[in-house]
């Protein structure tokens, strides 16, 4: 296993994932939001890859990366978080996170509104945990933060303070709690921006050109 601090990509993170070369028709549209490209790119940096991550290990930070990729189905990304992951972990992790993944695939978001006047809106969903065997592979910790990012992923409307209890009880320290919230919404939006984007590169006749709809394309 690999103790050395991660290295960040020296390509911006969401050009890489969306395949967007520099200096193409994306990348100057990109460019024209500057302060969006290296907001998104620090957030990248502060929430994967920060300088002293704690007790949420680097590892543990791709392994939700990876999971969470695997169930927005982007096989670029994920395999771009397997690889980072491959680097701070034994051969057995990137395995158990991508049987946990094809485990926990499903379709969202749904679940059941608390509010009454939403009530109308809810839609059946399972809750998924991982079966005793991968747990065992995945160990309490990082059990408890797949399920909580399932949860999040598929789940959002049944989020509860039992949850974050669950997570709590396999060790996960209240600022972790938050930090591995925010990791999952930020993902959430990396992941849909650079597939937004990838889109776009595969279809160059829907590349936009005038500047406010291309500003309007890279929100």
Do not use: C, K
Not at 92 to 119: I, K
């Amino acid at each position: 296993m690999s103790t050395a601090a991660p290295t960040v990509p020296a390509a911006d993170v969401i050009d890489l994932l969306a395949g967007i070369a520099p200096g193409s028709p994306l990348a100057r549209t990109r460019d024209q939001r500057p302060q969006a490209r290296e907001n998104a790119q620090r957030s990248f940096e502060a929430l994967l890859e920060p300088a002293d991550p704690g007790e949420f290990g680097h590892a543990e930070r791709y392994a939700v990366a990876l999971f969470t990729a695997r169930l927005h189905g982007f096989e670029r990304a994920a395999a771009f978080y397997a690889d980072l992951l491959a680097d701070q972990s034994d051969d057995t992790l990137p395995a158990a996170v991508e049987d946990a993944a094809r485990a926990a695939a499903s379709t969202g978001p749904s679940g059941t509104y608390r509010e009454p006047g939403l009530a109308a809106e809810s839609a059946p969903a399972t809750a998924w945990t991982p079966d005793p065997g991968l747990a065992a592979a995945l160990g309490p910790r990082l059990s408890a933060a797949l399920a909580h990012t399932h949860l999040l992923v598929f789940r959002p409307r049944e989020a509860s303070p039992a949850a974050l209890r669950a997570l709590v009880e396999a060790g996960w320290s209240a600022d972790h709690v938050v930090s591995l919230s925010q990791l999952v919404a930020f993902l959430s939006f990396q992941l849909r921006t650079a597939w937004g984007l990838s889109v776009l590169q595969s279809h160059p006749a829907t590349h936009p050109t005038h500047p406010t709809t291309a500003t309007e394309a890279t929100r």
